[in-house]
């Protein structure tokens, strides 16, 4: 069972607001990665992090922002939600190294209205 | 850079049928390549991984699959499929060197008939 949790599980939130999702894993990975998926397709990198103080973008371009201050918790935040970030976001994590799987929250489905 | 197509959005089969969910990758270095199952409002769980060896892989719940270099593919086949495998399924791989995050595939829904 893996040892990653996002909070929350679903949000609603109007338009302008400010908004932070919660990743946190128990695992002690190094890396971390916020992926977006819009319902039934694909799931994009918005950003990674190799460990503390490390983050970097990902391939689709995001108006979020992360920060990594501690392993375990990589939140993302939306200074001003806006309805074109109504999506799903998936927090994982991985130990460092390519050949090892991610590790996957259950996901928070943010709707802004 | 890496890229994965999976080539059928959907693949409707009978229950106790068997299936074959296609992935098709593209790399110029070496790859690891995983499949994962997302159920309904769940995050991603693997299913099983390629990384070196064996060409046939063998995961959870009865699936397999086959890594084939020639044709780049790693295609995840079950014999007989139930109706709990009702989800959606992803292909992804990652390189060796550089920043190793998962690249994934557009998912195939796979919906399983009584």
């Known amino acids: 069972e893996a040892d990653i949790y996002q909070t929350p599980r679903y949000l609603v939130i109007g338009t302008g607001k400010k908004i932070t999702l919660e990743c946190s894993q128990t695992?002690?990975?190094?890396?971390m990665y916020w992926y977006q998926q819009d319902p039934g397709m694909e799931l994009h990198l918005i950003h990674y992090?190799?460990?503390?103080?490390?983050?970097e973008k990902g391939d689709l371009s995001s108006e979020s922002t992360v920060s990594r201050i501690r392993t375990e918790h990589f939140p993302l935040t939306l200074e001003s939600a806006r309805p074109s970030h109504t999506s799903q976001y998936l927090c994982a994590s991985s130990r460092t190294g390519g050949d090892t799987e991610a590790f996957f929250g259950q996901g928070t489905r943010l709707t802004v209205v | 850079a890496q890229s994965v197509t999976q080539l059928d959005s959907q693949v409707p089969v009978f229950e106790e049928a068997p299936v074959e969910l296609r992935c098709n990758y593209s790399?110029?270095?070496?790859?690891?390549l995983f499949w994962y199952v997302q159920y309904p409002n769940q995050g991603l769980q693997l299913l099983l991984k390629y990384l070196s060896g064996s060409t046939l892989v063998k995961g959870i719940n009865g699936f397999e699959a086959e890594f084939n270099k020639s044709q780049t593919s790693f295609h995840l086949r079950k014999p007989s499929v139930h109706i709990s495998d009702t989800a959606e399924y992803f292909c992804?791989?990652?390189?060796?060197?550089?920043?190793?995050?998962?690249?994934f595939g557009s998912g195939t829904r796979l919906q399983v008939q009584p």
């Open positions: 992804a791989v990652t390189i060796n060197t550089g920043r190793r995050a998962l690249t």
């Open positions: 790399s110029s270095v070496s790859v690891y």
């Open positions: 992090s190799y460990g503390v103080n490390s983050t």
């Open positions: 695992m002690g990975h190094d890396k």
